[in-house]
């Protein structure tokens, strides 16, 4: 896999494995937003005791030893009460393994290890109020592992040493909080994006990938599902914001395909990392067909996904593309170009 999630939120509802957690819940908000329209808004105010009282929860499909994980953050002001826990890592018994601070006097990342018991290095870089910043860190978990900062793509910090502080040697879930801040002051987190290095894709820093959410805008030529309501147009059922299960498209028998063009990229898109194509889905009963298979056609050449099981409750169904169909790198003009298939599976 190597890329293991890219989040965007511009569908406007928290994806699977993500939500809030505490009193004064951190909401998606179209406020501020480095790439789209939404991000995450986090609140966490009322004084010193409150640490992680509320906050964005991720849940990984499985455990990483080691990962590179880019977020994305905007302060709207200057931090005010010493309490910056901002990202954490935590094992699959919920132990946090390590995590970054902002330092509320000097706005320096502070890297800890454990439950921010022991802070091991203090980064070089000031993050100023009202701007994007990107922040990626790389950690190897390990008795002699290792903990390196980027702020903006520079190096802000590196750590060696100790970074399992108990028994966990791996992470499932990190958390992300809005620094230190007072009631009038908020952060917000955009294109977030968790790499690990099993494969030879997108097994390094993510390096400011930006996490564009491509909405479709007009029918392919094969349009072999059923739109409810009847004779709907069937890109425009499918093409809401959050997504509604009031008009849809259904695949009455298997190997029926749906074909649609998509938002053409913004013409800054330069390296194209990966195409995740996604669709919320469910299946009415067990009979066939239950399953689907998401597509792409880049100029005649088309590649599906693995066969995608499909839940009985509407849920997300995506798979990471790294290449085009065919083998190679995207480029943003394949992808303005492509149309997303979508196939029905006994
Ligand atoms: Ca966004
Ligand atoms: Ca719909």
Same mark, same amino acid.
């Given at each position: 896999?190597?890329?293991?999630?890219?989040?965007?939120?511009?569908?406007?509802?928290?994806?699977?494995?993500?939500?809030?957690?505490?009193?004064?819940?951190?909401?998606?908000?179209?406020?501020?937003?480095?790439?789209?329209?939404?991000?995450?808004?986090?609140?966490?105010?009322?004084?010193?005791?409150?640490?992680?009282?509320?906050?964005?929860?991720?849940?990984?499909?499985? $455990?990483?030893?080691?990962?590179?994980?880019?977020?994305?953050?905007?302060?709207?002001?200057?931090?005010?009460?010493?309490?910056?826990?901002?990202?954490?890592?935590?094992?699959?018994?919920?132990?946090?393994?390590?995590?970054?601070?902002?330092?509320?006097?000097?706005?320096?990342?502070?890297?800890?290890?454990?439950?921010?018991?022991?802070?091991?290095?203090?980064?070089?870089?000031?993050?100023?109020?009202?701007?994007?910043?990107?922040?990626?860190?790389?950690?190897?978990?390990?008795?002699?592992?290792?903990?390196?900062?980027?702020?903006?793509?520079?190096?802000?910090?590196?750590?060696?040493?100790?970074?399992?502080?108990?028994?966990?040697?791996?992470?499932?879930?990190?958390?992300?909080?809005?620094?230190?801040?007072?009631?009038?002051?908020?952060?917000?987190?955009?294109?977030?994006?968790?790499?690990?290095?099993?494969? $030879?894709?997108?097994?390094?820093?993510?390096?400011?990938?930006?996490?564009?959410?491509?909405?479709?805008?007009?029918?392919?030529?094969?349009?072999?599902?059923?739109?409810?309501?009847?004779?709907?147009?069937?890109?425009?059922?499918?093409?809401?914001?959050?997504?509604?299960?009031?008009?849809?498209?259904?695949?009455?028998?298997?190997?029926?395909?749906?074909?649609?063009?998509?938002?053409?990229?913004?013409?800054?898109?330069?390296?194209?990392?990966?195409?995740?194509?996604?669709?919320?889905?469910?299946?009415?009963?067990?009979? $066939?067909?239950?399953?689907?298979?998401?597509?792409?056609?880049?100029?005649?050449?088309?590649?599906?996904?693995?066969?995608?099981?499909?839940?009985?409750?509407?849920?997300?169904?995506?798979?990471?593309?790294?290449?085009?169909?065919?083998?190679?790198?995207?480029?943003?003009?394949?992808?303005?170009?492509?149309?997303?298939?979508?196939?029905?599976?006994?």
């Amino acid at each position: 896999m190597s890329l293991i999630r890219a989040y965007h939120f511009d569908n406007n509802v928290w994806p699977p494995g993500v939500g809030p957690v505490g009193t004064n819940l951190p909401t998606i908000s179209s406020v501020q937003s480095r790439t789209g329209t939404y991000s995450i808004r986090g609140t966490q105010y009322d004084g010193s005791s409150y640490t992680f009282n509320q906050y964005v929860s991720f849940a990984l499909p499985l $455990s990483f030893s080691e990962f590179f994980l880019q977020v994305c953050m905007y302060l709207t002001g200057t931090p005010e009460i010493n309490n910056g826990h901002f990202l954490r890592w935590k094992d699959s018994s919920g132990n946090t393994l390590g995590g970054l601070h902002l330092n509320p006097t000097t706005r320096l990342i502070e890297v800890y290890t454990g439950n921010f018991i022991t802070k091991v290095v203090t980064g070089t870089q000031v993050l100023s109020v009202s701007t994007w910043h990107v922040i990626e860190v790389h950690v190897i978990i390990e008795d002699s592992g290792s903990i390196s900062v980027r702020v903006g793509a520079n190096s802000d910090s590196d750590f060696s040493g100790d970074t399992k502080p108990g028994t966990g040697t791996s992470i499932n879930s990190f958390d992300l909080a809005a620094p230190h801040l007072s009631s009038n002051v908020h952060a917000y987190f955009d294109d977030i994006v968790f790499n690990d290095t099993t494969t $030879s894709f997108n097994n390094s820093w993510p390096n400011g990938a930006k996490v564009f959410y491509c909405l479709p805008t007009a029918d392919g030529t094969t349009k072999q599902w059923t739109p409810t309501p009847a004779g709907l147009t069937h890109w425009t059922a499918i093409d809401e914001i959050p997504p509604s299960a009031t008009d849809y498209l259904r695949a009455t028998t298997t190997n029926l395909v749906d074909s649609f063009e998509i938002t053409d990229l913004p013409a800054i898109a330069g390296t194209i990392k990966a195409v995740i194509p996604e669709v919320y889905a469910w299946k009415g009963s067990c009979d $066939s067909p239950t399953r689907l298979a998401l597509g792409l056609d880049v100029g005649g050449s088309v590649e599906y996904s693995s066969d995608l099981n499909v839940s009985v409750v509407q849920s997300l169904i995506s798979e990471v593309f790294p290449e085009r169909p065919g083998g190679g790198n995207f480029t943003a003009s394949d992808v303005n170009s492509m149309k997303l298939l979508v196939k029905s599976l006994p």
